[in-house]
């Protein structure tokens, strides 16, 4: 079932926004850079409603999609998505909310071809 979400408050914003990369200079005749803020509510937003990307919200708060897109490939090599992980599984700890001991795994995409 998708969830509902509204935007990062300024409180859970200020949980990660150390952690992005300095935002590039601003070149002549190129479209403005996006708020890393705006590009996680957008990112946070298809996580959590499920949508397709073709579906992101459209308004002040949002990041483009092709925006979204381009940024969240970029963090995905520079290893700031590594650290946003790292910094909520570290704040799920200090509140007690992981159960470190719990696992669980989901084979519904399990690749074998088998029969019975």
């Known amino acids: 079932m998708a969830g509902r979400f509204e935007a990062l408050s300024n409180l859970e914003w200020s949980l990660f926004e150390d952690i992005f990369p300095k935002p590039p200079e601003k070149r002549e005749r190129v479209m403005p850079h996006s708020s890393f803020r705006y590009v996680l509510n957008t990112l946070v937003y298809i996580l959590i409603t499920r949508c397709c990307w073709s579906d992101v919200p459209k308004g002040e708060i949002w990041a483009s ?35 470190w001991s719990y696992g669980a795994m989901d084979g519904s995409f399990f690749p074998w071809k088998g029969g019975w």
């Not at 999609?65 to 570290?90: C, V, Y």
């Open 65 to 99: 999609k092709s925006s979204a897109h381009r940024w969240l490939k970029g963090w995905q090599l520079d290893g700031t998505l590594e650290a946003l992980q790292a910094q909520i599984l570290g704040i799920g700890q200090d509140k007690g909310l992981i159960k």
